[in-house]
């Protein structure tokens, strides 16, 4: 390493000239990627350098420039990112730095490509805007000072590589415009890239659960070209893609003109479960629905909201009836490589983890991030090297387990969450609490405030609670989660000791009589007395609210108790379907989606004809039959049902 190397600030690895020199060649993909590890090659004096590419899938590395390796292998060179220590570099989003690549169980051997000479191994990656590139390796070792200083540079460069990987004439405009659409799940939503999605195998995407991510991983690369030529689909994926952009993009919204104030502070919405499409399996019920209405509706208005929730590994349990009409469940692996989710990289450009201390020990847990159109979903893993295996089984299953996984489960979602939001340089300017599941965040809260501020635990919590609403879903007490004192003690001990609270005060905040000693802590209660703005879901459930929290508010009528109502909606563009949609465009124009508030759009009701309305309603109904038909049939056959008995029962003579 030369002296003038040494000599050089690490934030001045590379000069503006040299980007901008780089930035030269922006049409010249090839060449500008040649260029980049030229300029690292001689910036650290070494006659080695290499970059590799994400591939569309997000699930390969390619060779895309070298310097030192065979150059034959450029675009034919490929690896997953479960192999070779280039793919560990992409698959931890971390530096990697190995003496004897040999002895490294992820060490993969390349004949092809002319690696016999080179015993060690250092890669960083390559992340433009929070988002993996691709990975930049030296196979030399290099000092401490030096890996800083090469991962600055790949910092530098990372936004003409992100440019270059675009035009490269390794991904096909095609290919990256669908995965483009499949990697945000505001496709979920629109029908023309939903069709055109399912139109690239029809049979398969039915089989894989409307998964596009598996969908275009499964089918290679010279696959989805031919496929695109015989439907001649080349104008629908830019015709969708054209307008991904435009809705990710746009300016004129309705969150630009009216929740403006949000864009420095958004709104943290919590919530133990999201429904937002049958391939994420994170949901259960209502709950989980309304939570993904929510954020996408976010999106739709452009409202500044970050969604945080779990990612189970097995989600919630497949239902199905035995011989004997008895209710039997079933829990599936979800592999992470199939959904549309990546690390969430933090203010340090490093993957966020987190980590909470308990009485017993700490638990660790990764951070996935999810586009949910122009919004973000923030999904926190506990499956994680560090943990214990009780911990790393910790978020496998929604509402699985007994009160200690629960409230660990908790305590990860409510505290954790918050925790990862501070590590991506979030500060949240409202905290939104979708059930008591979170309650624990506004305590995080609360905590950050006394450090950030200097306050004492009274002065935080009041300043905090002005910022927290609460959502309650459920009607009947025996509903909410409630916990013992030593549970309590033994996972939010050291967080009430950074509080500064003894543990019975740290109890009445959960309990409704905060002076019976054997109450438990409820989580509910917890959410009601530190929030501002309480709303159960419907007028009647209202209702049922206030009356059943009202020792929470001694001396107030039940009438007035400060929970209000607000009732549940739908994302109307999740829930319509794409025949009544067209049906609507007709009579109230195309633009009645973005304005389904307006009581004056809905004039236009006049105008349908009646029986076309019927017609459409009848033929979407028949399509329900016959999908329960189809459903009741398997389910059949996986009892072992004679097939006449099958035919007979679901006979579709019978509708």
Same mark, same amino acid.
């Given at each position: 390493?030369?002296?003038?190397?040494?000599?050089?600030?690490?934030?001045?690895?590379?000069?503006?000239?040299?980007?901008?020199?780089?930035?030269?060649?922006?049409?010249?993909?090839?060449?500008?990627?040649?260029?980049? +590890?030229? *300029?690292?090659?001689?910036?650290?004096?070494?006659?080695?350098?290499?970059?590799?590419?994400?591939?569309?899938?997000?699930? !390969?590395? +390619?060779?895309?420039?070298?310097?030192?390796?065979?150059?034959?292998?450029?675009?034919?060179?490929?690896?997953?990112?479960?192999?070779?220590?280039?793919?560990?570099?992409?698959?931890?989003?971390?530096? /990697?730095?190995?003496?004897?690549?040999? $002895?490294?169980?992820?060490?993969?051997?390349?004949?092809?490509?002319?690696?016999?000479?080179?015993?060690?191994?250092?890669?960083?990656?390559?992340?433009?805007?929070?988002?993996?590139?691709?990975?930049?390796?030296?196979?030399?070792?290099?000092?401490? $000072?030096?890996?800083?200083?090469?991962?600055?540079?790949?910092?530098?460069?990372?936004?003409?590589?992100?440019?270059?990987?675009?035009?490269?004439?390794?991904?096909?405009?095609?290919?990256?415009?669908?995965?483009?659409?499949?990697?945000?799940?505001?496709?979920?939503?629109?029908?023309?890239?939903?069709?055109?999605?399912?139109?690239?195998?029809?049979?398969?995407?039915?089989?894989?659960?409307? !998964?596009?991510?598996?969908?275009?991983?499964?089918?290679?690369?010279?696959?989805?070209?031919?496929? /695109?030529?015989?439907? /001649?689909l080349h104008s629908r994926i830019n015709y969708a893609y054209r307008r991904q952009r435009e809705y990710l993009e746009a300016d004129r919204t309705w969150g630009a003109t009216h929740a403006g104030i949000l864009r420095p502070r958004p709104v943290a919405y919590f919530s133990a479960e999201f429904g937002l499409h049958e391939s994420i399996p994170i949901y259960s019920g209502g709950l989980g629905v309304l939570a993904g209405d929510h954020i996408k509706s976010a999106s739709d208005l452009d409202i500044p909201l970050v969604g945080i929730g779990l990612f189970y590994g097995q989600g919630y349990f497949r239902q199905r009836l035995d011989w004997n009409g008895w209710q039997q469940e079933e829990y599936l692996e979800t592999d992470i490589n199939q959904l549309p989710m990546e690390p969430a990289i933090g203010t340090r450009g490093e993957p966020v983890t987190i980590q909470i201390e308990t009485r017993g020990g700490s638990i660790q847990a990764r951070v996935w991030r999810v586009q949910v159109g122009r919004c973000d979903l923030l999904l926190l893993d506990s499956n994680v090297e560090g943990n214990d295996r009780e911990d790393r089984e910790l978020t496998s299953r929604l509402y699985g387990g007994d009160g200690r996984v629960r409230i660990r489960q908790e305590l990860l979602l409510g505290v954790g969450g918050f925790r990862a939001l501070r590590a991506m340089g979030v500060t949240p300017g409202v905290l939104h609490l979708n059930e008591g599941h979170s309650g624990f965040a506004v *305590?995080?809260?609360?905590?950050?405030?006394?450090?950030?501020?200097?306050?004492?635990?009274?002065?935080?919590?009041?300043?905090?609670?002005?910022?927290?609403?609460?959502?309650?879903?459920?009607?009947?007490?025996?509903?909410?989660?409630?916990? $013992?004192?030593?549970?309590?003690?033994?996972?939010?001990?050291?967080?009430?000791?950074?509080?500064?609270?003894?543990?019975?005060?740290?109890?009445?905040?959960?309990?409704? $009589?905060?002076? !019976?000693?054997?109450?438990?802590?409820?989580?509910?209660?917890?959410?009601?007395?530190?929030?501002?703005r309480a709303n159960a879901v419907s007028a009647l459930h209202g209702e049922v609210s206030r009356s059943m929290w009202t020792a929470l508010y001694p001396g107030k009528p039940e009438d007035v108790v400060p929970i209000g109502h607000i009732t549940n909606g739908v994302h109307v563009p999740s829930w319509l379907a794409p025949q009544m949609a067209r049906l609507y465009d007709r009579h109230f124009g195309t633009g009645w989606r973005e304005r389904t508030g307006d009581a004056g759009i809905w004039e236009g009701i006049e105008s349908l004809d009646d029986a076309e309305l019927w017609e459409t309603h009848l033929s979407l109904k028949l399509q329900l039959l016959e999908f329960v038909r189809g459903r009741a049939v398997e389910q059949g056959k996986r009892r072992g049902e004679p097939q006449e008995t099958l035919q007979r029962r679901f006979d579709p003579g019978g509708y």
């Open positions: 390493m030369s002296k003038t190397t040494h000599d050089r600030d690490s934030s001045h690895v590379l000069t503006l000239e040299e980007i901008a020199e780089l930035a030269k060649e922006a049409g010249k993909p090839a060449d500008t990627l040649m260029h980049v +590890v030229a *300029l690292i090659a001689r910036r650290f004096q070494t006659n080695v350098c290499s970059a590799y590419l994400l591939e569309p899938d997000r699930a !390969n590395l +390619v060779l895309a420039a070298t310097l030192g390796l065979r150059h034959e292998c450029v675009g034919t060179l490929r690896m997953s990112l479960h192999e070779g220590l280039a793919g560990l570099v992409a698959e931890q989003v971390r530096p /990697v730095a190995v003496e004897q690549v040999r $002895n490294h169980p992820r060490f993969k051997y390349f004949s092809e490509a002319g690696e016999d000479a080179y015993q060690s191994f250092l890669g960083v990656p390559l992340i433009d805007r929070g988002v993996l590139q691709g990975v930049l390796v030296d196979p030399r070792v290099f000092r401490e $000072n030096e890996v800083r200083m090469l991962i600055e540079a790949a910092s530098q460069v990372a936004a003409v590589v992100s440019e270059a990987r675009t035009l490269d004439r390794f991904i096909a405009p095609a290919q990256e415009r669908l995965w483009s659409l499949a990697r945000n799940l505001w496709w979920s939503w629109d029908n023309d890239s939903t069709s055109l999605l399912r139109d690239l195998d029809p049979v398969r995407w039915k089989q894989l659960n409307h !998964n596009p991510i598996s969908l275009l991983g499964e089918i290679p690369l010279q696959g989805i070209d031919r496929r /695109v030529a015989e439907l /001649v *305590l995080e809260a609360i905590h950050t405030r006394m450090q950030d501020e200097g306050l004492s635990f009274d002065a935080a919590a009041a300043r905090v609670s002005r910022e927290v609403v609460f959502t309650t879903h459920t009607p009947v007490p025996a509903g909410h989660d409630r916990f $013992n004192a030593h549970l309590i003690e033994e996972h939010l001990g050291p967080l009430r000791v950074l509080l500064g609270l003894s543990q019975e005060r740290l109890m009445a905040f959960g309990r409704e $009589n905060p002076s !019976n000693p054997h109450e438990e802590f409820c989580m509910t209660v917890l959410g009601l007395k530190l929030s501002r």
